[in-house]
T-cell receptor, first 114, second 111 residues
Framework: DAGVTQSPTHLIKTRGQQVTLRCSPI?????VSWYQQVLGQGPQFIFQ???????GRGNFPDRFSARQFPNYSSELNVNALLLGDSALYLC?????????????FGPGTRLTVT | GDSVTQMEGPVTLSEEAFLTINCTYT??????LFWYVQYPGEGLQLLLK?????DKGSNKGFEATYRKETTSFHLEKGSVQVSDSAVYFC??????????FGEGTQLTVNP
């Protein structure tokens, strides 16, 4: 079975632009989470969606938004890009929305803002 | 708020040496605890987990025990290999399946 997939793999954008990142969860998984990993640091939680509803939001500005589709895939949008948004963006899926459930991570999208 | 503190790296060991990476946490309630590993250029892979006090998670020779009294979840391996070279992240889960990660510990194993 395929794992979590993300696209694109790499992306280069200019300050002020907008970007959309995509994620497909493991088949049968209904929960998708997004994390930002700045170089040399641990991942920081951005959003969590379950059954197409937002179930959690981390400490990120309103420039960050996300949604989940009926097939449980998800998009992360970032508007008005800043240099500090350069990071690896990780998507993770889990079967259900409950504490203690392991999350399975995709390979990430490397975003570079110049 | 919830937080995870890992021992500072990087850690450099010779092959077959004993490994310990310290992890302590602060959380309201009773979290689940995880160790994830990240190989160069890849996403995170779940290494092991424990969901309640005194549970021991184990996988691929790695072990960690959930110690509620010391709020710790230290990662250990008796004999490391070159292929264990990676970044190791301790994480806790409290709300839903949302995770809070530590800063990561870079491990390099030399032949």
């Amino acid at each position: 079975d395929a794992g979590v997939t993300q696209s694109p793999t790499h992306l280069i954008k200019t300050r002020g632009q907008q970007v959309t990142l995509r994620c497909s969860p493991i088949s049968g998984h209904k929960s998708v989470s997004w994390y930002q990993q700045v170089l040399g640091q641990g991942p920081q939680f951005i959003f969590q969606y379950y059954e197409k509803e937002e179930r959690g939001r981390g400490n990120f500005p309103d420039r960050f938004s996300a949604r989940q589709f009926p097939n449980y895939s998800s998009e992360l949008n970032v508007n008005a890009l800043l240099l500090g948004d350069s990071a690896l963006y990780l998507c993770a899926s889990s079967a259900v929305h409950e504490e203690g459930r392991e999350q399975y991570f995709g390979p990430g999208t490397r975003l570079t803002v110049t | 708020g919830d937080s995870v503190t890992q021992m500072e790296g990087p850690v450099t060991l010779s092959e077959e040496a004993f490994l310990t990476i310290n992890c302590t946490y602060t959380a309201t309630g009773y979290p689940s605890l995880f160790w994830y590993v990240q190989y160069p250029g890849e996403g995170l892979q779940l290494l092991l987990k424990a969901t309640k006090a005194d549970d021991k998670g184990s996988n691929k020779g790695f072990e960690a025990t959930y110690r509620k009294e010391t709020t710790s979840f230290h990662l250990e391996k008796g004999s490391v290999q070159v292929s264990d070279s990676a970044v190791y992240f301790c994480a806790l889960g409290v709300s839903g399946s949302r995770l809070t990660f530590g800063e990561g510990t870079q491990l390099t194993v030399n032949p």
